[in-house]
């Protein structure tokens, strides 16, 4: 299997502060992986690295193993393929659920060319069967502004697919969500393994139990342990790490 | 098409517009005894072309967050290329007679035009460069500030230091642009006398197809898809670059536009009060532009050149009673729209109506 992502001995560091220290990494095409780890551990400074918010202070950061993603920004990174889902969920709250989708699709991205867009009818389709995906098409119409903290989330995620991206950063999908919406969540993320590449991060061991993939513990800025779940549950650092303080 | 553009307040807003545009000029041409007298066709042009630079502000703050607070700069700019035109077009019947130099310049014995005033005497030039000098400006300030990830309330100080900067540049004598006493005097422009009625009708009425046109143009831009875009990046500019928007791009393009309308609005603006000078530039007015959207409704078009026009009216007949008051009359306007009518003018009728009719729903509903 090839690898979709590939990040090695990536340090950065702000103000002194080492928040990404040799870290190294290494995601295959259709994977789903699970990173976990403290706070503080440099979870989203490593989101922000791959999707080109923030540039490496050494290290090599690869997309298919061609890519240098280091030169990138984020409008690039997302043209590549990579998505990126915040965790608070970011919506275009003024416009309507459908309107959200709509400017996700994939499509040309210049201005002149999306100021001369018209809507296909096979883009309308597409947003029609994202809303029945994410279940919101009674709501499409409705003001993205009105939905509830759980629904933001999954629009959030149409959002995310209707740009079909290869790789999809997740950072704490569960977070607000009920139990049954988190459950949904994670069979829906389960789902779409294979078909594309998931990263999630997450704090709720139960979510990351759901998953049921290879888990990646963070700490300090670089990789702790490596395995399942179970396995790095067991690991003496691990415990150490979380439950030491 | 025509549905996307016109709806309904854009629809009563045009109709007003061609009414005035009728009656105004017929009032004052047509009818004996003059109805309507001239200064007022000259006021109320003055206030279409403050309407149309509310509309420029709005297309850039109301759509997309780009809080200008120099966009009085743009619409100088305008006003000046247009100026120019005007003064070259006074010729040889000015004080000092000189056939190509303008007054000023005889004054402080300039033997030559500068290269700068060169093609001014062409009116077609003069109309290119209404919108290239208030464009280029835009794009240059833009490229940077954009590029930069300047937001928010940074880049309101630095529009504001700009104007603030040109204010004083034209302020000076060798700018060659009038010093303090800017651009007057004008005689006629494409040979028709200024301060004959029928060109100010003619002025009064290309400041209405102005402001339409205006209007129409935001409209066509925020209703396609890149207006969608423009309201994403003014609601979460982080998250439109992840779903693959340069942002730079649309802020840049829609500063741009808004720069060019604002020249458009000065250029009709100078004819019709006969004057152009560094005053225009100064920070209190662009202000003063934000004010008027504020209070007419942010994001609505239509809702800025409304709040342009009850300003600029509250203004005029202010200053005339009691000119000590106006300017805390215009704050406690700018305090009381800010908590009492967030929605501004537009936004409180509307909902106003929107309430009236849920009071007495329709027959079919209830039965």
């Known amino acids: 299997m090839s690898v979709q992502l590939y990040l090695n001995d990536v340090h950065r560091s702000f103000d002194g502060f080492k928040a990404i220290n040799g870290l190294s990494l290494a995601i295959d095409k259709g994977e789903l992986r699970a990173v976990i780890g403290p706070n503080g551990a440099g979870k989203t400074t490593m989101m922000d690295i791959i999707t080109g918010k923030t540039r490496p202070d050494t290290g090599e950061v690869f997309w298919n193993g061609t890519v240098d993603l280091t030169k990138v920004d984020e409008a690039g990174s997302a043209r590549l393929g990579i998505g990126r889902k915040f965790q608070k969920p970011t919506v275009i709250e003024s416009l309507t659920v459908e309107e959200n989708i709509a400017i996700s699709l994939k499509d040309d991205r210049s201005v002149f060319g999306t100021l001369l867009n018209r809507q296909s009818a096979e883009q309308a389709a597409r947003v029609s069967e994202l809303l029945e995906l994410v279940r919101l098409s009674a709501d499409r119409r409705r003001s993205a502004a009105d939905l509830s903290h759980g629904q933001k989330q999954w629009l959030e995620i149409g959002m995310l697919l209707a740009q079909e991206p290869e790789l999809l950063l997740v950072d704490e999908p569960a977070a607000g969500m009920t139990d049954d919406e988190t459950m949904r969540t994670a069979e829906l993320l389960r789902s779409l393994a294979g078909s594309h590449t998931v990263v999630v991060v997450e704090h709720d061991m139960e979510f990351v139990r759901a998953l049921d993939c290879k888990v990646t513990v963070l700490h300090q800025g670089a990789v702790l342990a490596e395995g399942s779940l179970d396995h790095v549950s067991a690991n003496p650092q691990v415990v150490e790490v979380y439950l030491g303080r | ?367």
Not at chain 2, 128 to 153: E, K
């Open chain 2, 1 to 367: 098409m025509l549905r996307r553009l016109i709806d309904f307040r854009m629809g009563i807003f045009l109709a007003v517009l061609f009414v005035f545009v009728v009656l105004v000029p017929a009032g004052n041409l047509a009818v004996e005894g003059r109805i309507v007298p001239s200064y007022i066709v000259a006021l109320l042009g003055k206030y279409l072309c403050y309407a149309l630079l509310a509309v420029a502000l709005d297309l850039c703050w109301g759509f997309c967050g780009i809080l200008s607070l120099g966009h009085g700069a743009f619409f100088a700019l305008g006003g000046y290329a247009m100026g120019m035109h005007l003064m070259r077009e006074i010729g040889p019947r000015g004080v000092y007679g000189n056939p190509v130099l303008p007054d000023f310049m005889v004054f402080l014995n300039w033997q030559e035009l500068p290269w700068f005033w060169l093609g001014f005497d062409q009116f077609w030039f003069a109309c290119l460069m209404v919108l290239a000098v208030p464009g280029a400006l835009a794009f240059v300030f833009g490229w940077f500030a954009f590029r930069s990830r300047v937001t928010g309330v940074y880049l309101s100080i630095i529009t504001q230091a700009m104007t603030y900067a040109l204010m004083l540049a034209f302020f000076r004598n060798e700018m060659g642009f009038g010093g303090n006493n800017g651009l007057t005097d004008f005689k006629d422009v494409l040979g028709f006398d200024l301060s004959a009625d029928s060109t100010r009708a003619g002025l009064f009425v290309l400041s209405a197809v102005a402001l339409a046109g205006g209007l129409l143009l935001g409209k066509w831009i925020t209703t396609s898809k890149l207006g969608k875009v423009l309201v994403a990046v003014r609601d979460a500019e982080s998250r439109t670059r992840f779903i693959g928007y340069r942002v730079e791009g649309y802020k840049l393009f829609v500063f741009v536009v808004s720069a060019m309308m604002a020249g458009v609005a000065g250029a009709l603006y100078a004819p019709q009060v006969g004057i152009i000078n560094p005053g225009e530039f100064s920070p209190a007015n662009s202000i003063e532009i934000v004010i008027w959207v504020a209070l007419g409704g942010r994001g609505t078009l239509v809702g800025a050149a409304i709040g342009a026009i009850i300003v600029a009216a509250a203004k005029t007949l202010l200053t005339g009673w009691l000119p000590e008051a106006w300017l805390y009359v215009l704050g406690a306007l700018f305090i009381i729209v800010t908590i009492f009518l967030p929605q501004g003018v537009l936004g409180a009728i509307e909902g106003g109506m929107g309430r009236a009719r849920r009071r007495t729903p329709p027959k079919e509903a209830e039965a």
